[in-house]
């Protein structure tokens, strides 16, 4: 997972977000989908930066997760 820089959403996570909300079955059941609570750690190698996080599925209706 790339390093992006602090407040920003990784590329790959980003890339998830967006074919998850482009789905049309998820869209038409959850069309709010938001990540929550996202840590970085680096592997014990300090090769790669792993990543932890939470995807929300809110139903019509749902105010966006802040």
């Known amino acids: ?19 998850l909300r482009a789905h049309p079955t998820l869209n038409r059941d959850f069309p709010v989908i938001e990540p929550a609570g996202l840590k970085q750690y680096k592997s014990a190698d300090g090769d790669q930066t792993l990543a932890m996080f939470t995807l929300m599925f809110l139903p019509k209706g749902a105010k966006k997760v802040k």
Do not use: A, V
Not at 1 to 19: C, V
């Open 1 to 19: 997972m790339s390093t992006p820089q602090p407040g920003m959403i990784p590329y790959e996570l980003d890339r998830l977000l967006n074919k």
